[in-house]
């Protein structure tokens, strides 16, 4: 039995995974910002922010999650939200510039061990945003980051 109930969940994530392809994709500001590099940062925090990663309340909308099925856990798409809850900040530290697009770097709120963050990683064209599975060094300044100038987050 339960190895049926593991199987159904694996199931739920394979085929919820392959439908999120829209919700990795940024919802640009309605004001274009300084830099690309600022607007790399604007759609991380967006994506964060919808996908419950935040302290903030995920998106009520099914089509704006994008499931990780190597990194989440739960029985369902309520509990894989709650245990997201509050694991990534909500302010980047960096936005970086890379060979295929950009990775803008964020602490993690109770994180013991302070010089590890989170990155997600995203197109040039803003598109394929992920949050990677492992932890990345917050490095010192790099000539390809710049600290991200964004206007408070939507309501």
Known sequence: ??????AGALLWLAAAASQDAGARVCRLPA???AS???TAAWCAREFLI???????????????IAL??????GRGLDEVLGNRRNTVSEQPQTACTTD??????FTMPNQ???PYGRG????????GITLLQPWIRLAPPDPRCSAPRLPAPSP
């Open 36 to 38: 690309q590099r600022d």
């Open 112 to 114: 013991l061990d302070q």
């Open 1 to 6: 039995m339960i190895r049926l109930a593991g």
């Open 68 to 73: 990780e099925p190597h990194m989440d856990v």
């Open 120 to 127: 997600v990683s995203m197109t040039a064209r803003f598109i």
């Open 100 to 105: 295929t697009g950009y990775l803008v770097s």
């Open 50 to 64: 919808r996908n419950g990663y935040t302290q903030a309340p995920p998106s009520a909308r099914r089509d704006d």
């Open 31 to 33: 004001q274009p910002l």
